[in-house]
C-alpha cells in the first residue's frame, strides 16, 4: 500500500492565482480529512468526508477554499485567490477501522 | 469543551526515559492516540489505546490512560536522537464519526 499520497510536494504561486491540492487516500478507508498547519495556529482541521460525501467543512477559513471528492480515490482542495496568508502546509488523511488516520506527506504551499 | 492539551516543549538526554502527557476533556471518548511528526513529513500513528484500557506496551513505548483524571501519557524508554521530532496526542469523540481532536503538540529534543 502507497499510503496517502498528495501532490503536488511544494507549491510556490502568486498572490491571485488558483491552487489545487490533491490526494488520493488508501484504498478501502472512508474518512478523508483536509488539515493546515502553520506555526501559528498548529494542526486545523478545514473539512472531511464521508463515503465521499463532505460532513463538516466549518473549519474552511473562506469561500475562497472548496473541496471536492468525486470519488472515494480522489479529493481536490482548491483555494482561489490565493493569498500570502494561505502559506501553510496542507495535510490530507483518511480512515478506516479504528479511525486511526494516515496521513499524507503533505503539500507545503507558499504564495508571494 | 473539545480541548486536548500537551505542554509545548520537552528536553532529554539521550539514553533517558521521555515522558510526554497529555490531557483531554470527553470522558466519552472511545480511542486515544499518539502521532509522531518529524521534520518536513507528516504525522505518523505511533500506537493508540482502547479507552477500556490502563496500559499499553509497545517496544519501547508505554502508554498509560488515567480515564478518572482524563490523563494520558506516552513513555519513551532509552530515548535515541532519532526520536526527536513533535508527538501529538489526539482522542476521538464517541459519536463524532471519526473526527479526531488532536493536541497543539509536544516539540520532544534529545540531546546527545
Known amino acids: 500500500d502507497a499510503g496517502v499520497i498528495q501532490s503536488p510536494r511544494h507549491e510556490v504561486t502568486e498572490m491571485g492565482q488558483e491552487v489545487t491540492l490533491r490526494c488520493k487516500p488508501i484504498?478501502?478507508?472512508?474518512?478523508l480529512f483536509w488539515y493546515r498547519q502553520t506555526m501559528m495556529r498548529g494542526l486545523e482541521l478545514l473539512i472531511y468526508?464521508?463515503?465521499?460525501?463532505?460532513?463538516?467543512d466549518s473549519g474552511m477559513p473562506e469561500d475562497r477554499f472548496s473541496a471536492k471528492m468525486p470519488n472515494a480515490s480522489f479529493s481536490t482542495l482548491k483555494i482561489q485567490p490565493s493569498e500570502p496568508r494561505d502559506s501553510a502546509v496542507y495535510f490530507c488523511?483518511?480512515?478506516?477501522?479504528?479511525?486511526?488516520?494516515?496521513f499524507g506527506s503533505g503539500t507545503r504551499l507558499t504564495v508571494v | 469543551g473539545e480541548d486536548v492539551e500537551q505542554s509545548l516543549f520537552l528536553s532529554v538526554r539521550e539514553g533517558d526515559s521521555s515522558v510526554i502527557n497529555c490531557t483531554y476533556t470527553?470522558?466519552?471518548?472511545?480511542?486515544l492516540y499518539w502521532y509522531k511528526q518529524e521534520p518536513g513529513a507528516g504525522l505518523q500513528l505511533l500506537t493508540y489505546i482502547f479507552s477500556n484500557m490502563d496500559m499499553k506496551q509497545d517496544q519501547r513505548l508505554t502508554v498509560l490512560l488515567n480515564k478518572k483524571d482524563k490523563h494520558l501519557s506516552l513513555r519513551i524508554a532509552d530515548t535515541q536522537t532519532g526520536d526527536s521530532a513533535i508527538y501529538f496526542c489526539?482522542?476521538?469523540?464517541?459519536?463524532?464519526?471519526?473526527?479526531?481532536?488532536f493536541g497543539k503538540g509536544t516539540k520532544l529534543s534529545v540531546k546527545p
Open positions: 484504498s478501502g478507508h472512508d474518512y
Open positions: 489526539a482522542e476521538i469523540l464517541k459519536g463524532s464519526q471519526g473526527n479526531l481532536i
Open positions: 468526508f464521508n463515503n465521499n460525501v463532505p460532513i463538516d
Open positions: 488523511a483518511s480512515s478506516g477501522f479504528n479511525y486511526g488516520y494516515t
Open positions: 470527553d470522558s466519552s471518548s472511545t480511542y
